[in-house]
C-alpha cells in the first residue's frame, strides 16, 4: 500500500490560514468522484465540482478558485475552448489537463493556451497529490 505524504500540502495550507479552493472539471462522474475522494484525505482542500465546461465557466465567474483541474475532452465545449475562457476570467488560477485519451496536438494546444501542467488518466493518488502540491507551491 502506498503512503502519501500529506505534510508539505498541509502546512501550506496551514500556514495560508484556510484551505485550497479546487474546482474539479470532468463530464465523467467516477472520475469526479475518485479526484474528490482523493482531497478529502487530507483538510488542506475544499472540492466543487463541474460536470462540463459551462457549469465550470459559470463556477469560475461566481467564485475564486486557487486550483482547476480540466479534461480535455467533453461534450459541447471542449476542453481547449473551456481553457481560453477559464484564462480570461482566472489569469492567474493554474489550470491541471487530466485526461485520458487526447492527442499530443491537443496537449500542446493546451500548454500554449495556459495549461500549467498535463496528468494522464488514471491516475494513482500519490502522482494526483505531488502534483497539487507542487503546482500550489508556487
Known sequence: ?????????????????????????????????????????????????????KEAIKKATNKSYDLITL???????????????????????PIMIITGNATDKLINEAGVLGACRVMYKPILLESFISELTSTLSR
Open 71 to 93: 479534461d480535455l475532452i467533453m461534450p459541447e465545449l471542449s476542453g481547449l475552448d473551456v481553457l481560453v475562457e477559464l484564462k480570461k476570467i482566472t489569469p492567474h488560477v
Open 1 to 53: 500500500m502506498t503512503v502519501v505524504n500529506f505534510e508539505k500540502l498541509n502546512k501550506l495550507a496551514h500556514d495560508r490560514g484556510k484551505p485550497f479552493e479546487v474546482l474539479i472539471v470532468d463530464d465523467e462522474k467516477w472520475v469526479q468522484d475518485v479526484f474528490k475522494d482523493f482531497c478529502d484525505l487530507t483538510d488542506a482542500f475544499s472540492v466543487e465540482l463541474a460536470n462540463d465546461g
